[in-house]
């Protein structure tokens, strides 16, 4: 009880800015993950290409040896994505994996202070560094599966033609990646600006400051022109009600949550 | 009039999985990354390092030696973020610029059809392959503060306390990223399944299918305790209606569109 795992800090991950806001916690690193649609991706492709290269995947932390560890226990990274032959064929042909790096950012709110440099997001923010593998083991592969499909919308796994058929297990990529390091950034709160220009009566009758909350929007639900099931199912209809208002409510709450102490004026 | 410039393909820039929703439009392209609140930006750290790093970036294409140049015309990209000493020494530090990759991506829609294996996103996404370079021109630097400030809220920076003072333009730091290619992956339309699928009634008369439109929303603005300006100034309500609508439109036309060909069974 009340142990908290964190990563450790490398001079790759650890961050220099405004570190009251860095996290090294797993539980906070990982929900930032799981809660993304999409993750960037980066890898080197060779020594011929001076560019990394970025693809967006999804992707959502697990773990297939303690299915139940929670979200704050060490955990894996499993990516189903647009995966381009080059990313399978790098981690397919290394050894010791493919080294990598997975990022996510969420916007929370426009920080609209006095004067442009003091303008901020409220944000959550993660990287991870570690080494891709191609998963090969069919029942793990066959459970990350579910685990990716229900990050999407939870318990839909079950309620779709499933298990996939032989051709479609064959057909899909998993990387899981053996996380090495990773870093979190959360800023919330409000503005803050310098005593100079809270001083300057022109500049504060004039600028409006404030903070307009940003949060992601589920749309009601549109049937395809093939679909037969008369009602939108509650699991669908739960999911998109219960993700609006967790993401509006994070959105207004973050936006009133007090700043730290050196950043009053 | 007519003309559509293109990046050219190479082999580290070109999309090989279904590459019917692939663009090298630069005007496609441009206006992914423009609309993107948040960039995301990789760079190699260095041999010492087997990581790539990823940094979530503030950014805007835009041309100062034609500030009145087209969307679909060859633009810089300027950066300004959450910038680490470490990137800004390698750009420093580098005669032809630090080679980076930045990339975009926006979920429009949950596509969910019968099989988890055909479950999909509608989604824009773009990357772009330069060198980062510091910009060092006073004027230059100016001009780009203004372009990424207005890109966060249009107009907020004449509404603002401007020009920066000395002391903040020289806190303040941009990349110039010299743009070598890009490219852009637009998904649109609706659900997509195999023949085999559809013939399944015991599948088809219990699977819900369609599409759950995304979009990212704006909310009521919330002014701060030290604010002092009554109403929220028009420039901000039009842009959180406006966003609002332009958002909520794409998703729900986006899952209204038709299919290619070659994905209707």
Chains 1, 2 share one sequence.
């Not at 803050?192 to 600028?207: L, P």
């Amino acid at each position: 009880m009340g142990r908290t795992l964190t990563y450790p800090k490398r001079s790759s991950n650890t961050v220099n800015r405004y570190n009251h806001r860095a996290t090294y916690d797993l539980g906070a690193i990982h929900s930032i993950i799981n809660s993304s649609q999409v993750l960037h991706v980066s890898f080197s492709p060779g020594p011929e290409d001076p560019f990394p290269a970025i693809i967006p995947m999804i992707g959502q932390m697990g773990s297939f040896e303690y299915p139940s560890a929670d979200i704050d226990e060490p955990l894996e990274c499993y990516l189903h994505g647009y995966v381009s032959s080059r990313i399978m064929n790098l981690a397919r042909g290394s050894q010791e994996g493919l080294p990598i790096c997975i990022a996510a950012s969420k916007v929370d709110g426009l920080i609209l202070s006095l004067t442009p440099n003091s303008h901020s997001y409220n944000y959550r923010s993660a990287i991870l560094h570690g080494y891709a593998h191609l998963v090969t083991d069919e029942a793990e592969k066959l459970w990350a599966m579910e685990l990716v499909t229900n990050s999407v919308l939870q318990d839909r796994w079950k309620h779709s033609r499933v298990p996939p058929d032989r051709a479609e297990m064959s057909s899909t990529v998993i990387l899981k990646v053996k996380v090495v390091d990773g870093s979190g950034k959360i800023r919330d709160g409000g503005v803050s600006d310098e005593k100079k220009d809270y001083a300057n009566e022109e500049v504060t009758n004039r600028v409006w400051t404030g903070v307009v909350p940003v949060y992601e929007t589920f749309g009601a639900p549109i049937p395809s022109a093939q679909n037969k099931v008369a009602e939108v199912p509650d699991y669908i209809t739960d999911f998109v009600e219960n993700k609006n208002d967790e993401n509006r409510t994070y959105a207004k709450e973050a936006a009133q949550v007090t700043l730290p102490k050196e950043e009053q004026h």
